[in-house]
């Protein structure tokens, strides 16, 4: 069954990437956050996803010296061990970068106060804007923190402060030339969902998927992560008892996308969370899609798996383990 995705993403001609970048992760905001818990993060979770990441991105066994050198809830003295650092010490970084969505966090204010639908003139549209953005750079802020504990130089990035703006939710114009100039300066840019300005509406929320889209297209990583709750892409809701793990996603030229493992007989449903602002899982496989059809592997997964350290690696390249667990969202061409 094939789907259809018309995008009007605005592009400019120039990218400031002069680097092949390796790989762009998304952090699911499902995955590193408690869903059902406003604003509390899942720190089981989201260490271990820091732990995979720093072993996919330095290739070294031994763990780098943190850079977190604040001081963190429940302990008295600060971490900041300078003598680690010395200037023989090379822990060079793959050239990734990181987007994550907001999960329990952004999404109520958000859909309280309507920032998606836009209309900033409204008290509580201006309201909700800035209570978003307090938000979600609240959960950036603890991410690139805890990567920076495990030896990853990650800097937070906002679309909103990077001057990202869209047209009728769609990217219009994005400087990516901060993000290049990070990854260039040896960082790990980590940017977010966010509240941004939009030309036709006047605020709408960004979403991290649409973000990882747009970064591929200048980019142009050798594959792309997204690291969810669950291990990839069902047929149904996961939750339910006959729901089938798709295997493999194949996109044609035009966007659109079918099934290739495994075959099915019956049709596909969506779901969307009620307080989710930017789209759930059709907003996902849209945007992987879209990814896909430049020549870029997209690999669907559970977070702090062993799968989710493979497809991280960049181990599921060449060939997919049969017992391999997620989805595989890539050209049919």
Request: glycine share 8%.
């Amino acid at each position: 069954m094939a789907h259809n995705k018309n995008h009007n993403q605005t592009q400019t001609s120039h990218s400031p990437f002069t680097q092949p970048i390796r790989c762009i992760v998304k952090l699911g905001g499902a995955a590193i956050t408690c869903k059902n818990e406003l604003e509390k993060i899942n720190e089981e979770i989201l260490y271990k996803v820091s732990q995979q990441l720093r072993q996919a991105m330095i290739a070294t066994s031994q763990k780098p010296p943190g850079m977190d050198w604040s001081k963190i809830p429940g302990e008295s003295e600060i971490c900041c061990k300078p003598e680690e650092f010395g200037d023989d010490h090379v822990s060079e970084c793959s050239r990734f970068i990181v987007v994550h969505g907001a999960g329990s966090f952004g999404h109520f204010q958000a859909s309280k106060s309507g920032v998606h639908k836009g209309q900033l003139d409204k008290p509580l549209v201006k309201g909700g804007f800035v209570a978003t953005r307090i938000s979600v750079t609240t959960l950036n802020l603890e991410i690139v923190r805890a990567l920076a504990r495990e030896g990853i130089p990650s800097v937070g990035m906002s679309p909103f402060s990077c001057g990202w703006i869209t047209g009728e939710r769609h990217i219009s114009s994005a400087d990516l030339s901060p993000v290049a100039r990070a990854i260039d300066s040896g960082f790990i840019p980590v940017l977010h969902g966010d509240a941004v300005l939009d030309e036709i509406q006047g605020c709408t929320i960004l979403s991290g998927d649409v973000i990882i889209s747009h970064l591929a297209a200048y980019s142009k990583p050798k594959y792309v992560v997204f690291l969810t709750d669950v291990y990839g892409v069902y047929d149904r809701p996961p939750t339910e008892p006959d729901a089938i793990l798709l295997k493999e996603i194949a996109v044609a030229e035009d966007g659109s996308w079918s099934v290739i493992k495994p075959k099915l007989q019956n049709s596909i449903e969506l779901t969307v969370a009620a307080h989710d602002t930017t789209g759930g899982m059709k907003t996902k496989i849209s945007e992987a899609a879209m990814i896909a059809k430049l020549g870029i592997d997209v690999y669907i997964v559970k977070a702090a798996t062993s799968h989710s350290l493979k497809a991280l690696n960049g181990d599921l390249r060449n060939s997919i383990p049969d017992d391999w667990l997620g989805t595989v969202v890539r050209s049919s061409s």
